[in-house]
C-alpha cells in the first residue's frame, strides 16, 4: 500500500508554546488529507479535512484558530497547535487519500502530543 | 449521521482459533467499507477494502464480507497467532470523510 509519513511521533511541549506535526504522502498524491485526534479506547475523532491549495474544512466543535492545517501541495499537509494546554495531549493521526473519493485511505504512523 | 458500532469491544481467543469481528453502520449509502489494524501508540494500517459494489474481499487469512443492505461487515481471521493482537477498526466512507467504529481489541493467548 501507499506510504504516508507522520513526523514527529513523540512531541513534549511546554504549556502555551505550539507545535507543529507533518504529514507527507510519499508515492502518491494526496488530493485531500484528513486530521484525526484519538483519546484513549476511544475511536478516531475527524478534525478537519483539507484539499491541496484551499483552506481546510473544521468539524463541528473544532477550533480552527487553534488547531491551524495548511495544505501546501499534493504531498505535504500540516496541523500546528497553538497556544497548546494539557488539555490538548492526545494522539493525532493524518490519514491522505486520492481522487476518486472511493479510493483506499492510508495513515500515518500517529503523533503522541504532550503538554506540560 | 452515519455511526459505527463494533462489537464486541475485546476479544480473548487461543491461538488457532478463527476470530469473526462485526461491525454495522446505520446509513447504507456507503461508497465503500475499510478495516485497519492499530498496533497500541502506533497508526493504522490498511487490511481490506471491501467496494459497495462488492460482497466480499480476501487476503491471506483475512476474509472480510458486506451486507450493505442489512449494514453490516464481518471479519474474519483464520488461525489466529499472537502476532495478531491488536485493535481492529472498522470505517465506512460516505460522502468524502471516513466514519470509525471504536474497535474491537483483540488478544490472541500463546
Known amino acids: 500500500g501507499a506510504v504516508v509519513s507522520q513526523h514527529p511521533s513523540r512531541v513534549i511541549c511546554k504549556s502555551g508554546t505550539s507545535v507543529k506535526i507533518e504529514c507527507r504522502s510519499l508515492?502518491?498524491?494526496?488530493?485531500?488529507m484528513f486530521w484525526y485526534r484519538q483519546f484513549p479506547k476511544k475511536s478516531l475523532m475527524l478534525m478537519a479535512t483539507s484539499n491541496e491549495g484551499s483552506k481546510a474544512t473544521y468539524e463541528q466543535g473544532v477550533e480552527k484558530d487553534k488547531f491551524l492545517i495548511n495544505h501546501a501541495s499534493l504531498t505535504l499537509s500540516t496541523l500546528t497547535v497553538t497556544s497548546a494546554h494539557p488539555e490538548d495531549s492526545s494522539f493525532y493521526i493524518c490519514?491522505?487519500?486520492?481522487?476518486?473519493?472511493?479510493?483506499?485511505?492510508?495513515f500515518g504512523q500517529g503523533t503522541r502530543l504532550t503538554v506540560v | 449521521k452515519q455511526e459505527v458500532t463494533q462489537i464486541p469491544a475485546a476479544l480473548s481467543v487461543p491461538e488457532g482459533e478463527n476470530l469473526v469481528l462485526n461491525c454495522s453502520f446505520t446509513?447504507?449509502?456507503?461508497?465503500?467499507l475499510q478495516w485497519f489494524r492499530q498496533d497500541p501508540g502506533k497508526g493504522l494500517t490498511s487490511l481490506l477494502l471491501?467496494?459497495?459494489?462488492?460482497r466480499e474481499q480476501t487476503s491471506g487469512r483475512l476474509n472480510a464480507s458486506l451486507d450493505k443492505s442489512s449494514g453490516r461487515s464481518t471479519l474474519y481471521i483464520a488461525a489466529s497467532q499472537p502476532g495478531d493482537s491488536a485493535t481492529y477498526l472498522c470505517a465506512v466512507i460516505g460522502d468524502y470523510k471516513l466514519s470509525f467504529g471504536a474497535g474491537t481489541t483483540v488478544t490472541v493467548r500463546a
Open positions: 508515492d502518491f498524491q494526496a488530493t485531500t
Open positions: 490519514s491522505a487519500r486520492d481522487l476518486p473519493v472511493n479510493t483506499e485511505a492510508f
Open positions: 446509513d447504507s449509502a456507503i461508497y465503500n
Open positions: 471491501i467496494q459497495s459494489s462488492q
